[in-house]
Nanobody, 126 residues
Framework: VQLQAFGGGLVQAGSSLRLSCAASGGPFTSHTMGWFRQAPGKEREFVAGIDVSGSKTYYLHDSVEARFTISRDNAKNTLYLQMNSLKPEDTAVYYC???????????????????WGQGTQVTVSS
């Protein structure tokens, strides 16, 4: 599976962005999907996960769940991350990831994912 993330940019605090991740080369509907992010000097961290059907989602941090929404359109082979009320601490490179090992949403370790997109930069200015 090849993944391509896009939609990042430079925005002001309080703004919204929607990230997209286009999948190709494999059965998208067989893959649990996730979003991760990595800020400069920090480890890659889980943001959100979604199961194969799109009916179950998982957010590791309450502060993210209150502002971000992960979704998928299986007909379009596309994963989304709607980010609202962005804060400077959300600044990071955002990666989409996929795994066919599981079907649920609660997989938040990077090593559980087999395929990764190239990342898209999100910069939030104060």
């Amino acid at each position: 599976v090849q993944l391509q993330a896009f939609g990042g940019g430079l925005v002001q605090a309080g703004s919204s962005l929607r990230l997209s991740c286009a999948a190709s080369g494999g059965p998208f509907t067989s893959h649990t999907m996730g979003w991760f992010r990595q800020a400069p000097g920090k480890e890659r961290e889980f943001v959100a996960g979604i199961d194969v059907s799109g009916s179950k989602t998982y957010y590791l941090h309450d502060s993210v769940e209150a502002r971000f929404t992960i979704s998928r359109d299986n007909a379009k082979n596309t994963l989304y991350l709607q980010m609202n009320s962005l804060k400077p601490e959300d600044t990071a490179v955002y990666y989409c990831a996929a795994t066919a090992k599981y079907s649920g949403a609660r997989y938040y370790l990077a090593r559980e994912y087999d395929y990764w997109g190239q990342g898209t930069q999100v910069t939030v200015s104060s």
